[in-house]
C-alpha cells in the first residue's frame, strides 16, 4: 500500500512541477526567482540484506518507499549546500518456503526463520521508521536545482516505529491471513550512509546500513542494504 501511495505522490509532483515550468517560460527570464532547494525527496528502492546467511532464503523483490521534506541551507555563494529534514522510510522483504517466527517468549527467546508450517503464497515481513536526512548537497547549475547535475552524500537516523509479518496462504477454497505486529526483536534505531548521484529532478540513490536489523543475540547478524531511485525538487 505504501508503495502506491508514494507512486501516487511522485505522479502528482512531477505533474505540478511540469505546470510550474510551463507558466516560468512563459514569464519574464529577466525576473530572478528562487532556486529549488529539494525540498521534498520521494524514493523507490530495492531492498536486501549483506552478510545473509544460508539458512534465510529471501526470494522476490524486497523494496522501499521513503518520503522525506527537508530544508536546504547553501554554503556561502558556492554549489555546496547542507540538508536536514524528516520524513518516513519503510521495507519490506520476502521469504521463500519460510516464515519468521516473532512470538518466541522467554529471556532467550530469538527471532527465528524456519520452514513454513503452512502453504503460503507469499510471506513478508516489514519494518517503518520516523528518519531524519542529513546531506551535504553538490549543485551543478546553482540558480536552478531542477536542471543540470547534482550529487549528495549523507546519513539518515531513523527510529521504529513499526513492524509486523504477514503470511497469505489459501485453506479448503478460503484465503487467510497470518500477521503479527510486534518490534520486540529489532533494533530500536537504524543508521545509514547514503549517496544520491543524477541530473535535474531525478537521482540514483544507495543506503548502507550501520547497523543490523535485530538486537545483540535476537536474531542473525545481518546487514541491510537499498538502492533506488529519488524525484526530488520544490
Known sequence: MHTRILVFLSILFLSASTTSAQDN?????SIIQKPSRDFVMLQLTYDSWLNKPDSINLTGFGHGANAYVCY????????????????IGTTSL???NQELVLTDTGAAATARFIAETKDYKTFKFSSAFVEAPFEIRYFGNKDNRNVGFKAAIGIRVGTLIAAHTKGKYTMEGSKFADKINTKRFYNTWRYAATVRLGWGNFSVIGAYNLGGVFKDTKGPDVT???IGICISGL
Do not use: C, Q, R, V
Not at 25 to 29: L, P, V
Not at 75 to 85: E, V
Open 224 to 226: 541491510p542494504y537499498s
Open 72 to 87: 536546504d541551507f547553501p554554503i556561502n555563494k558556492s554549489n555546496f549546500s547542507f540538508a536536514a529534514g524528516i520524513g
Open 25 to 29: 517560460g512563459s514569464t519574464n527570464k
Open 94 to 96: 520476502y521469504l521463500k
